[in-house]
């Protein structure tokens, strides 16, 4: 027999479509969710709910327990990308270049479901809840530092979000213990020499050799720096110098990513690439920019908060359905800084179908979900609020 939560979320099957459909095709970009908070704040607000405006278009929501200890907050995010859709639906995005290409609409409905089921049953409630709608998730530094800095963590016990998942089959949920997304990073590297005559090299610093022998050693710090077992990724993902045949430029320019799972790899990985970037540029008697950008931080999931979504996941979609041990993801979420301060975890919410064709990745201008998900992941997140 299904569980009475989902039972109670199917039955609002249409009313989380229309709020989803409503949601797609109004999308905004980061740090312009304007009316897309509006909505949500809206529907929150007609719940009986106390809306209470933070960071950015960022709000929280309230809804108090009336016999209730301790509080406990569930995250959706709310932003969407510079993407034109390429779905041919009835509910494809009324603004052309943006789109909910990473399905945060599934997200913010998701809260709302949830919102409205533990509405009617807030005489069950043995704690408090609080909604989180987080504006600039797809823009670092992202949106939740500055929702944490303005509050939206007080007096929160534990903290939970999820992401769509068209990798994974509708009805199922996955999670792990520990790192779950990588720190994403960003280094730029300009080697400045002096250009000149391409038949008078001697009057030159030339900076191509440079740029060659540092995209080869950047190679060998994964492979000879890194301890074996510990996961980490460089990239160089941009090489650029020079204009023609017979020019020497004056400078070359390298740019490229690093995935990491731990802080210690990270630190060390930043250490040894500018101490390469250094030797090289000394060795060549060239000037050196070395700029490293940290992205979010990799999301690290307390063990009794993946223990607390098992057991609601297991209840909503049966033991069959629900992994804890997702192979670590190579993607970064801001949700990282909420559980740097309040214990909780993140998960996947399956939202593929492969039957149907459903299957374009998140970021992909194809993309979109199995709304069956909107039901499956509002009674997830309800039964985990209940405890
Ligand atoms: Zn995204
Ligand atoms: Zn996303």
């Known amino acids: 027999m299904p569980h009475e939560l989902l039972t109670a979320a199917e039955g609002i099957q249409d009313w989380l479509t229309t709020q989803r459909r409503t949601l797609h095709m109004m999308p905004e970009l980061s740090l312009h969710e304007f009316k897309t908070s509006e909505h949500c704040a809206n529907e929150m607000s007609k719940l009986g709910l106390k809306v209470s405006k933070l960071w950015g278009e960022g709000f929280v929501a309230d809804l108090d327990a009336p ?12 932003d969407a990308l510079p993407i034109t859709e390429l779905n041919d639906i009835p509910y494809r995005s009324r603004h052309d270049g943006v789109a909910h290409m990473c399905g945060h609409d599934t997200h913010m409905t998701v809260l709302m479901g949830a919102a409205r089921l533990l509405t009617e049953r807030k005489d069950k ?57 990588a720190a994403a990073d960003i280094f730029e590297i300009k080697l400045i020499g002096r250009g000149g005559h391409a038949s008078r090299p001697h009057d030159t610093l030339d900076p191509i050799p440079a740029a060659a022998e540092l995209t080869g050693m950047l190679q060998t710090l994964v492979a000879r720096r890194v301890q074996p077992g510990k ?22 320019e390298l740019m490229g990513t690093v995935r990491t799972y731990e802080e210690p790899v990270r630190a060390l990985i930043i ?13 060549h008697g060239l000037k050196l920019h070395f700029h490293y950008i940290r992205g979010y931080d990799s999301i690290i999931n307390h063990e009794a908060g993946v223990s607390a979504v098992a057991r609601a996941a297991t209840e909503v979609v049966g033991d069959a359905n629900v992994s804890t041990d997702f192979e670590q993801q190579t993607w970064g979420e801001d949700f990282a800084y ?32 199995d709304e069956r998900c909107l039901a499956i992941g509002t009674a997830v997140m309800s039964r985990l609020a209940l405890g």
Do not use: W
Request: hydrophobic share 40%; aromatic share 6%.
């Open 125 to 181: 409630l043995t704690r408090s809840v609080r909604f989180i709608f987080q504006p600039s998730e797809e823009l670092p530094p992202g949106g939740a530092p500055g929702m944490i800095d303005k509050g939206c963590l007080d007096g929160v016990d534990e903290v939970y979000g999820l992401h769509n998942y068209p990798q994974i089959e509708v009805g199922r949920i996955s999670t792990r213990v520990g790192p779950m997304t």
């Open 231 to 252: 996961a980490a990724v460089v990239s160089v993902t941009k090489l650029k110098a020079g204009t023609t045949h017979n020019i020497i430029p004056d400078e070359a």
């Open 338 to 369: 909420y559980l740097q301060n309040r214990p909780g975890a993140f998960f996947l919410l399956g939202s593929g179908n492969k039957a149907k064709g459903i299957t374009e990745p998140v970021h992909s201008a194809r993309f979109n979900v």
């Open 271 to 283: 250490a040894e690439m500018e101490r390469m970037a250094n030797a090289v540029a000394a060795a």
């Open 67 to 78: 016999n209730g200890k301790g509080r406990v907050a569930l995250r959706a995010d709310m």
